[in-house]
């Protein structure tokens, strides 16, 4: 069975580095592409961006190129998103999401959300 | 603002049938794959239905998705109680070079 096990709660203050992850167990880790998808409180959900872990080849929405990096460990199957200094308006729900063999948007498993809350 | 469109909010009775739109232009839904998820408050949305109509193993024949030109449809027919939820279309838009989402419409079974 596939399993996306993404990190814990974070909380950060402005201008903190932070980086979250996502495990993926079940399957061949390196050849499916894995997205993030942010989730504003009471929002609705938006593409960051994805890697392919088998050569970590990285795409990004238009929104979020610059502002995130999207990384790939296929040694240990872990997923990573990243931040250079975070903002409020960075707090969010993060998911990680596996993208299915066909389509673009078709994310067939989900994590289970990381929760970033940034406050000074 | 999403550049794919759906209502915020739609409403049926139990047993009717109810759609849910998702507008978008010739750069997203018209000439790509349309998929659609179902989330409940405080948990990861579920792919509900992928490759525009395709339901994945689990879903019930209930659901099932179409598409005509840049605007494409879930279906939800005997509707239940437990339907309650967001529901959300994604596509790819050739333009932006992205995955994009509709805004998410709230489905309420009254």
């Known amino acids: 069975e596939v399993h996306l096990v993404q990190s814990g709660p974070e909380v950060k203050k402005p201008g903190e580095s932070l980086k979250i992850s996502c495990k993926g167990s079940g399957y061949t880790f390196s050849t499916y592409w894995i997205a993030w998808v942010r989730q504003m409180p009471g929002k609705g959900l938006e593409w960051m961006g994805t890697i392919y872990p088998g050569d970590s080849d990285t795409r990004y929405s238009p929104s979020f190129r610059g502002q995130v990096t999207i990384s790939a460990d296929r040694s240990t199957a872990t997923a990573y998103l990243e931040w250079s200094g975070v903002k409020a308006s960075d707090t969010a729900m993060y998911f990680c999401?596996?993208?299915?063999?066909?389509?673009?948007?078709?994310?067939?498993?989900w994590g289970q959300g990381t929760p970033v809350s940034v406050s000074s | 603002q999403s550049v794919v469109t759906q209502p915020p909010s739609a409403s049926g009775i139990p047993g009717q049938r109810v759609t849910i739109s998702c507008s978008g232009s010739s750069s997203n839904i018209e000439g790509n794959t349309v998929n659609w998820y179902q989330q409940f408050p405080g948990t990861a949305p579920k792919l509900l239905i992928f490759?525009?109509?395709a339901r994945p193993s689990g879903v019930p024949d209930r659901f099932s998705g179409s598409k005509s030109g840049p605007s494409a449809s879930l279906a939800i027919s005997g509707l239940q109680s437990e339907d309650e939820a967001d529901y959300y279309c994604a596509t790819w838009d050739d333009t932006l070079k992205s995955v994009v989402f509709g805004g998410g419409t709230k489905l309420t079974v009254l």
């Open positions: 999401v596996r993208r299915r063999s066909s389509g673009y948007s078709a994310f067939d498993n």
């Open positions: 490759d525009t109509d």
